[in-house]
Structures are given as C-alpha cells and as structure tokens.
C-alpha cells in the first residue's frame, strides 16, 4: 500500500460531476527506485531525468468526461516566485507526445476510477522543493503535492553522471566514511559519519542554498557548489570558536564530539548542535562533502600531506626557526600544513573548455564583499595537474600547494636573517582518499601532479613560471643555493610513529668532508605541531658541542620518551623533531627536521563479520594501557546507524598501567546490509579514541 495523499475536502471539479478525489504519490516505490529511501519514506524524493509515477483517483467513473480530461495538465513550480522564463515552472499536458527535453507526463494505466501517470523532469532541472498541480479547463489549479528533485549521477545525461555504480554508492549512498589525517610518513584514518540522510539534512542543505536567490542556476551543479561552498566557509569563520587556552577547558571542549557532519551542520544553522573548535576546523570539508552528497553530487573528502597553504601562488615557502631550532613567526611566504583537507565534487564543467570535467576541487576563500559566488572557486583536479593557470586564479594557489619547495632559514639574536643547508622539502605528498567500497586509504597523488624528475613535471613547472613571470609575479621555482667552501652535511634519522608510553630513538649523523676539525653546536629539540604547522608548545631541548675530526662520520643516539611529555600534547597535533648544526668555520647552519605521528591506544573490537537481523550481537571492546599512569573515568560511547537505535554510553572501572580491560555489550540489529559500529573512550589520560568495525546484517534463516 503505497500513502494516499487527498487534495482536499472538497474534490476537484474538472467539469460537471467531475473530480479528483486523490493523489497517490508512490512515495515508497518511487524513493526506491529513485535511490532516495533512505532519506525518507513519506516524503516524495526524486532525481531529475528520471521518470516517477503517481494515481490520480477520480471522484466518480471518467468515460463520459474524456473530452474534459484532453485539456488537463500537470504544473510542477519552485522557488518564492516561480516562472517560466526562470525555468521554475512548468506547465505541461498529459501527453505521450511530450517533448523529450523538457517535463512531461503521459498515462501508464487506466481505469473508470483512476489514472496511473508517469512524469519525467527535465535532466537540467532546477534542484528543490517543488508542488504540483492539477490545471483545469479555465486555468484553475488544484494541488496534488509536494515533492524534492535532486540532482541524479545515474543519469547519463546529468551533469554529474558516475558511470560506475560502485563509485555512485560510495560518493553518494554511503553515509560511512574515514577521514586521513596524520603525517605524510604515518597517515592515520578517522572514522566520520556523513549522515547526507538523516531526516533534516537534505532540507538543511537546501534551506542553506536558499540563501542564494539565482535560483534558475540551481540546475547548475558548479553553481549550486561554488554557492555552498561559500556559505559553509562563511558559517565556518563565524561559528568556530577559539580554543581554550586552559588545560582544563581544552579537555572540557573535547567533550564536544567531531564524529560527524550532521551534529555541526545543525549547529552552525540552528545553534542546535555541537560546536566546531579552531582544532578541529578541518571538518569543513567533512561538512561540505555531506551537503553535496545529500543534494546528489557525487563528493568525497581528500587530504593532502605536506601543504603549503597561504603562498600567493609562489613555489617557495619560507619557515623561520631560532638559534636552537623553535619556530620562531610565520614566513613571508606562507606555511606548510601538515595536512590539509578538503572536498573534491564530480561533474561537467560545460563552462570550460574540453577536458576539465571530473573530481573538482571546493576550494573557498576570505569573503571578499562582492557576490556570493566571490569567495569560493571550483577548480579542476586536471587543471591543477597541468598547470593551467589561466581557467581559473585559485589554479595557482592549489598547485603551489603541491608542488612548491621549502627554504629554511635561522633568525639570530641579532636580527638577521640566514639560510640554512637544508635539504629541500618538497610538498604535496601522499594525496590521499577512501578507497571505494573498502576502508581503506587511496593515494591519488598522480592525479595532482606528475611523478617527481619526470619530463612532464619539468614542462609543467617551466610553463607555469612562465605565466608567472608574464604576470609579472615573478619568483623562482627552485630554492637558493647555499652551497659553502667548508661544508658540514647533517642528516637525521626517526621514527615516522611514537607509540603510547613508548620510546624512540633518533639519529643524527655529521660528516665532516673538510681536512680541517671542526667544533660543533649541536641542539636537538621537539615541538608540538598543530596540523596546519602551527607551533603549539615546545618539549624537549638537548644541546651538545663537539669536535668532528676532519673526514670524518660521527653518529649520535638519543632516545625520546612520550611519557615526559604526552599530557602538554594538544590534540590533532604532531612532534616536530629538529636538528641546529653550526661550526666557527662557516655562518651556513645545517638544519634538519622530521614530523612524527604521536600514537594512541588501540581500541580492539571484537565483533563476527555478519549477524542476523533482529538477533542479539554481542560485541567485545577491549585496550591496554601501555601508559606509566592509570587509566581513569573511562566511558565508553558505542553506536551505528542500523545496528543501534540511539547511542549507548556506559561507565568502566579504571585501568592500570600494564593491564587491559574488556568489556562486552549486547545489542540488537534492527537493517539488513553493511553497517559500521564505531566504539569511542574518554578517559582522564585522552579523549576521542575512537575504533570501528563493519559487520554484514543478513535476513535470519527460520527453521521449517
């Protein structure tokens, strides 16, 4: 049975002793085939280009009024004012003779009582809420009811057509997805909870994109893009809030979970929700990826390593470190961020020429005063790859991001300012994404930028410094030379991951190649690093001055324990490890530095792969706490769309150094297919520890 919607009280009169008695909408069957269930099961949910049906049931039998119903139509009509010329109304006849290209409708069956009809929207259909009415001889209207168009990636000829179905499901269905976060040497995945179908999200998004008023162009997937994504940035600067500066309140704020887009992006519309904090702000592109999905444009979330972010454009990034290796300011040429999110979207871009269509990139910008589209472009990943600077001025920005050099230099007491012999780091690394239909990560590096040394990199760097330098932005592509008549070489070695309670050690080597001794400085230092390379706080400091002998290697071993620092760690933060060699002989400093991956405790889960529907499933959640302090007020929070009716938290005994603690919980499965349970811990030693699992929920077997 599908839910009959019944116009009015009084029927439709379409002549005399002529009327409509109801409408049935199909919503159930329609949203099935539509793909669109799952956002709701009582509302009428389509995606353009696609044929939908509905009943229209008469008041009495019609085969005397057949002259009468020859001048029926159909009116579908959106927005605040709709019209033709806006293409935010259509007035079409019931008709197999409709035209192809526009909407239409014709009778599928027929009774006395009743007629099933099949309506078709246009491919390029304005997205939104729409009604539609019954227009009679005269021009009077009745309504039938209201329904939602959205953009449709199973469409051939939709602008943001997905020939794969399994690319479709992953970039739209899937409300499940891993964020990569972490350092180019050690990315480590987050489990983030789209949730594009939860009952308000879609009409969130579409009241947010309401905020536009050109809406003939929301047929328009870039357009639709460029506009929300200039509004989420908007509503991102003026709703996430500055981090507390007291340990106490910075726990107080971890509280306020990040785990998913909908909690955020009713907050920052309605103030019901959770707060975002300057720490966790990357979520943006979480955010934004959820709007696209539930309005039907295929989105994922990427995650660049080693980006650098604020260059104008310039291929040479500058980062300032004191005598003893602490950064010291911001560059003049911006600064690399450890990662660095963001939100690709897939369509045509019938505005460019041939061969920018595919994955483009949301990339917003400072509100600049102008229009609404003024602060958000939509940048071809292909653009960015060739260097093409000329479709549009975000290309520069998003190609220095991956593809610019790192110059390293040491502020003195004094003021000045010298380069350090640094080995050039290069940026743009380990470009990375959820692999479709598996938890695991992509690296899709090669559709940003060719392979390094390659003839191609080269073509493209000298064409784009040429551009550069016709715009009169000249800078160079390669960093200065700091080559020294008494070299000293420094090189270091570390972990890529220091565990929990755990310790590593470093290595750093000095070669002398001179014939000459030479009297070393040497500090060691460590420093928390936020994940836009921001410094958060200084750690560990080792200073050491020795004699290397003339051609010779001297290697020196020191051993960092996370325990003597990992309560001062802020959290989305990194170790910055730095190594300050100078020597009488020359004023050139050796400098070196790696990032490394502070770890946390595993979260085990012990869970079976499939489990029966509406079958008890119990689940074990178990860690060790490797840690030299006992692990207190622990609270578990476990919860998963399908297998959860609403997030369960329950109160654990503590847990003491070298011991682990299990746990088991029972719950039922309530919807079939592949869901995701997410078991997240808050104790006094950290917060937001989260582990996942997925399991298989198949239809029980009854015994005969």
């Not at 035209?99 to 009774?111: G, N």
């Not at 602008?159 to 480590?188: H, P, R, S, W």
């Not at 592949?674 to 239809?699: G, P, W, Y």
Request: charged content about 20%; proline content about 5%; aromatic content about 8%.
């Amino acid at each position: 049975m599908y839910r009959k919607l019944v116009t009015s009280e009084q029927p439709a009169a379409m002549g005399q002793g002529l009327g409509i008695k109801s409408c049935d909408l199909q919503v159930e069957k329609n949203n099935e085939e539509h793909h669109t269930q799952a956002i709701s099961s009582r509302r009428l949910i389509v995606r353009r280009g696609q044929s939908f049906t509905i009943t229209l049931h008469f008041q009495s039998p019609i085969l005397a009024f057949l002259p009468a119903l020859k001048k029926v139509a159909l009116v579908a009509q959106t927005g605040e004012q709709p019209s033709k010329t806006s293409r935010t109304q259509a007035t079409f006849p019931i008709s197999s003779l409709g035209d192809p290209k526009w909407w239409r409708a014709a009778v599928e069956k027929r009774d006395a009582s009743f007629w099933t009809i099949s309506v078709t929207t246009p491919v390029d259909a304005v997205i939104g809420h729409y009604s539609l009415l019954l227009q009679v001889s005269g021009g009077k209207q009745y309504p039938l009811g209201r329904f939602t168009v959205l953009f449709n990636p199973w469409n051939r000829e939709d602008a943001v057509f997905l020939q794969n179905e399994a690319q479709c499901k992953e970039y739209v269905l899937d409300q499940n997805g891993l964020i990569f976060l972490g350092t180019a040497d050690c990315i480590q995945e987050e489990p983030w909870d789209f949730g594009q179908f939860e009952s308000d999200i879609m009409d969130l998004s579409l009241d947010l994109l309401g905020v536009d008023k050109q809406v003939k162009e929301w047929g328009q997937p870039a357009h639709v893009a460029r506009v929300l994504g200039t509004l989420l940035h908007a509503l991102k600067e003026k709703k996430v809030l500055p981090t507390p500066h007291t340990l106490a309140a910075q726990e107080q704020v971890l509280l306020n979970k990040r785990r998913g887009s909908a909690p955020i992006l009713r907050q920052w519309l309605t103030g019901q929700g959770r707060p975002v904090y300057e720490g966790q702000a990357w979520v943006l592109a979480a955010v934004a990826c959820t709007v696209l999905r539930s309005l039907g444009i295929p989105a994922r979330v990427v995650t660049t390593f080693s980006s650098a972010q604020g260059t104008g454009g310039s291929l040479l990034v500058d980062e300032y470190y004191n005598e003893e290796g602490l950064q010291n300011g911001e560059g003049q040429r911006g600064r690399i961020w450890i990662f660095q999110t963001s939100t690709e979207c897939w369509m045509t871009r019938l505005d460019l020429h041939k061969g920018f269509d595919g994955w483009q990139i949301l990339y917003p910008k400072a509100l600049s005063g102008g229009g609404v589209l003024g602060a958000c472009d939509l940048v071809p990943v292909r653009a960015v790859k060739e260097g093409a600077l000329e479709v549009t001025p975000a290309v520069s920005d998003l190609f220095a991001s991956v593809n610019a050099s790192c110059v390293v230099w040491k502020c003195c007491e004094d003021g000045k300012l010298e380069l350090t012999n640094f080995n050039t780091k290069y940026v743009g690394n380990n470009i990375s994404t959820k692999v479709v239909g598996s938890d695991r990560c992509e690296d899709i590096t090669q559709n940003y930028k060719y392979p390094a040394g390659s003839l191609q990199e080269k073509e493209v760097l000298d064409r784009v410094q040429k551009e550069r330098m016709r715009h009169r932005k000249h800078s160079s592509i390669h960093p200065p030379s700091c080559e020294s008549d008494d070299p000293l070489y420094l090189f270091l070695e570390a972990p890529s991951f220091l565990p929990p309670g755990g310790d590593a050690q470093l290595s750093v080597t000095l070669n002398n190649p001179g014939d000459q001794e030479k009297v070393v400085q040497l500090v060691i230092g460590v420093q928390a690093v936020y994940y836009n390379g921001v410094l958060a706080t200084d750690l560990w400091r080792e200073k050491l001055s020795l004699r290397l002998s003339a051609n010779h290697v001297r290697n020196i071993i020191t051993s960092l324990s996370s325990s003597s620092f990992e309560r001062k760690l802020p959290e989305n933060s990194c170790l910055r490890l730095t190594v300050v060699a100078t020597h009488s002989a020359s004023s050139l400093s050796c400098f070196a530095q790696q990032d490394v991956a502070i770890g946390r405790p595993h979260l085990a889960i012990g869970m079976p792969e499939v489990a029966e529907q509406y079958q008890p499933l119990r689940v074990t959640v178990s860690i060790h706490n490797s840690l030299d302090s006992p692990m207190k007020d622990c609270e578990v929070s476990i919860f998963g769309r399908g297998l959860i009716h609403r997030e369960k938290r329950y109160r654990l005994n503590p847990v003491r150094p070298g011991k682990t603690l299990c746990t088991s919980f029972q719950f039922t499965p309530t919807q079939l297919g592949l869901h995701r349970l997410t078991v997240e811990m808050d104790c006094n030693m950290f917060q937001n520890l989260i582990s996942h699992k997925s399991v298989t929920v198949v239809a029980p077997e009854f015994s005969a």
